[in-house]
């Protein structure tokens, strides 16, 4: 069973920078689109930024101008870099991404289990 790994989380101060990282758990054929996600404490989940195949980018009002979101494809690994850190962003950032495991498989729905980011003022 094929999972999405996220890493990178922590403690930071405001105006601080992070890099999360996502990868699948072992080797596959392909991922897709793919997004961030993010549930502070009390909160639903929010998308934080989504990317397709080729790069396209698409950002939440509230991180726009702070985050970017790249990936590597031959690596499937993906990375949110985020500055300009604010209280307001901690929370259990999620990864999810369509994962095609083989060549002969369709797109399945994957998330990772989140990785921890707090912001202390």
């Known amino acids: 069973q094929v999972q999405l790994v996220e890493s990178g989380g922590g403690l930071v101060q405001a105006g601080g920078s992070l890099r999360l990282s996502c990868a699948a758990s072992?080797?596959?054929?392909?991922?897709?689109?793919m997004g961030w996600y993010r549930q502070a404490p009390g909160k639903e989940r929010e998308v934080v930024a989504v990317?397709?195949?080729?790069?396209?980018?698409n950002y939440a009002d509230s991180v726009k101008g702070r985050v970017t979101f790249t990936r590597d494809n031959a690596k499937n690994t993906a990375y949110l870099h985020m500055d300009s850190l604010r209280p307001e962003d901690t929370a259990v950032y999620y990864c999810?991404?369509?994962?095609?495991?083989?060549?002969?498989?369709?797109?399945?729905?994957?998330w990772g289990k989140g990785t921890l980011v707090t912001v202390s003022s």
């Open positions: 999810n991404g369509d994962i095609r495991t083989s060549f002969y498989s369709g797109d399945m729905n994957y």
């Open positions: 072992r080797s596959v054929f392909r991922i897709n689109f």
């Open positions: 990317i397709t195949r080729g790069g396209s980018t």
